[in-house]
């Protein structure tokens, strides 16, 4: 069983920053990795993603905000996120795929709010 485990969410006032982490219990040279997001009464959007090839793909909504990247040293994914507005807000996801498996954190809360 492969665990995913994310920190770093809190509360941040508009404008600020927060660097999502997320460490994975085994290597992270799987074909995907990277961070969803879910806000109340929406669906679980992608916001960025990395295969194992490098190539990065982000939502439209996080261009030149956010950057996602891995440490494939401390099995971690990260993802910076400056310039946060209150449609920021949700709860953050960590996902990993290999092949047919796919893999999903519990999740950490960010909240923007003046």
């Known amino acids: 069983q492969v665990e995913l485990v994310e920190s770093g969410g809190g509360l941040v006032q508009p404008g600020g920053s927060l660097r999502l982490s997320c460490v994975v219990s085994r290597s992270i040279s799987s074909d995907f990795v990277g961070w969803y997001r879910q806000a109340p009464g929406r669906r679980r959007e992608l916001v960025a993603g990395i295969t194992s090839g490098g190539s990065t793909t982000y939502a439209d909504f996080v261009k030149d905000r956010f950057t996602i990247s891995t440490d494939n040293t401390k099995n971690r994914v990260y993802l910076r996120m400056n310039s946060l507005n209150p449609e920021d807000t949700a709860v953050y996801y960590c996902?990993?795929?290999?092949?047919?498996?796919?893999?999903w954190g519990q999740g950490t809360q960010v909240t923007v709010s003046s």
């Open positions: 996902k990993a795929m290999w092949g047919s498996y796919t893999y």
